[in-house]
C-alpha cells in the first residue's frame, strides 16, 4: 500500500477541479460539499485523481468497517457473481437470504425468535420498522428525540430531527410523530446536570407527554438511536436507554433501536446497544452490513412480522452480491474481533483528544465509544457556543494535509476510520487533526 499521507498538488488539484465542475452540471444537489475526486480506496487509504493519498477517518460514513475494498469480502462477491446477481429476493428463495438472516438473528440481542427483513439502505429498513410497528399493535404514533437521523424517504424523514434543512419544504410528513430531547448532556436542553437529572429527558415522556396531550396507548414504538450519529455522535448516559426500555414496558410500546450508524463493531461492541444492557424489539442496520455494498436489514421479534404476503416487499432488498458481501464481512468483524479492536484503540484516540482538549480553548466537548468518536468544536469552553465555522475550516485544513474527515451536528468533527486502520496512520491522522485545530483562533 502507499505512504499516506502524500499530497502531490493541494486538493482539488486540476483534475479534480475538471470533473467537479462537469459533474456540477449532471448531478443533483446533495451534500456533496467536499473537493475530493476519488479513484482508488485501500484499506484505511483514500487516493484521489491528481494522485494525492490521504488517511481515511470517515470510512465512506461509518461504512467501511472492515477497510475498503477488504479482500475477503471481494473473494465472496466476486463468487456470488459467477452464480447469479439478482433473484428477486422477495419473490424467491435462495439460500444466501437463508444464511445472513440466520447469523443476523444469532448476533443480535434477544433471547426470541426473530426474523429479517432486507432492504437497499438505511431509510428503508427504518422504513420497514415503522410498518411493522404500525401494523402489529393498530397504534398510529411514534416518540423519536430531537438531533435523531433516521433517513430522509418520507416515512423515515418524519422520525428524522438533526437538521431544518433535512425537513425544509417537505411538510408535512408522516403525522403521528412526537420529538423529545435526547440526553445530551454537554448542552442539557433543560439546563440539569447528570448528578442531579434523574434521567428527566427520558422520564419527560412519561411525565409530560403521556400526562398532558399523547395518549400513551396510541403510542405503537419508541425509536432511538444508543448512540446518536447524524446529530452529533451524542453519548447518552447508560440509564437513559434504560429509562427508555422501562416506559416502553409499562404502556406496551415497542422499542426500535436504529443502528444504521452504531452497528458492525463501530462502537466497541458489535452493536452500540449492548453497551446499555437493553434488548430492543426491532433494530434497523445498514451502512456497514456490507462493506459499501447496498443493503439494509430490520431484525425483529418474529411475533411482529407481517401477517400478510405483500404488506411490505423490495425489488433488490436482499440482493445476492451485496448479501454475499454482508456475510463475509460479518464473519471478518467477529474472526478478527475487531469491535475489541475498536474499542481499544478508541479508549487510546479519546485520551489523546481529551489531553488536546486540556490545551485547545475550541475543543468543547470529546465523546464516544469505539471508533465512534466526536470533537465538539465551541467558541470557548466557558460559552459552548456553537462554531461551525471553525468545524468547516479544520476539516478543509485536515483534507489538505492529506487526512478526510467529515462533520457531524451543529458544530462537531466525527472520527470514523475504518475498524482496521492501521495504528501508524492513525496516529498520523490525529496529529493532522490536532494540529489543525490549534491552527484556529478562538
Known sequence: MPKAPKINTPPPGPKAREIIEKSKKYLATTTRDFPLVITKMENDLIIDI??????????????????????????????????????????????????????????????????????????????????????????????????????????????TASKPVHQKKYYPTTPGVEHVPYAYCYRCPFKLTPDICDMWCAKYIEEILFDTYVPPDEVAAIVVEPIQG?????????????????????????????????????????????????????????????????????????????????????????????????????????????HERAAKLGHDVLKILNDAKEEIEIIGDVRGKGFMIGIEIVKSKQSKEFYPEARNKIIEKALKKGLVLLPTGKSAIRIAPPLTIEEENLHKGLEILIDAIKQIKG
Open 230 to 338: 447524524e446529530g452529533g455522535y451524542i453519548v447518552p448516559p447508560e440509564g437513559f436507554i434504560k429509562e427508555l426500555r422501562r416506559i416502553a414496558n409499562k404502556y406496551g410500546i415497542l422499542l426500535i433501536v436504529d443502528e444504521v450508524q452504531s452497528g458492525f463493531g463501530r462502537s466497541g461492541k458489535f452493536w452500540a446497544i449492548e453497551h446499555f444492557g437493553v434488548i430492543p424489539d426491532i433494530i434497523t442496520a445498514a451502512k456497514a452490513i456490507a462493506d459499501g455494498f447496498p443493503l439494509g436489514a430490520t431484525i425483529f421479534k418474529a411475533e411482529l412480522d407481517f401477517e400478510e404476503s405483500g404488506a411490505h416487499s423490495s425489488t433488490f432488498g436482499g440482493n445476492a452480491i451485496s448479501l454475499a458481501a454482508a456475510l463475509a464481512n460479518i464473519e471478518y468483524i467477529l474472526k478478527h474481533k475487531l
Open 50 to 159: 491528481d494522485g494525492n493519498v490521504y488517511i481515511d477517518f470517515a470510512a465512506g460514513i461509518a461504512v467501511a468497517n472492515v477497510g475498503h475494498r477488504n479482500p475477503e469480502v471481494i473473494k465472496a462477491v466476486m463468487n456470488q457473481l459467477n452464480k447469479y446477481v439478482h433473484s428477486a429476493p422477495h419473490d424467491f428463495f435462495d439460500d444466501i437470504q437463508y444464511k445472513v438472516a440466520k447469523k443476523l438473528v444469532e448476533i443480535t440481542p434477544g433471547n426470541f425468535d426473530k426474523k429479517v427483513f432486507f432492504a437497499n439502505s438505511g431509510t428503508e429498513s427504518v422504513e420497514a420498522a415503522i410498518k411493522l410497528a404500525r401494523r402489529a399493535t393498530g397504534k398510529p404514533r411514534f416518540i423519536a428525540f430531537i438531533r435523531a437521523f433516521h433517513g430522509r424517504t418520507m416515512g423515515s424523514l418524519s422520525l
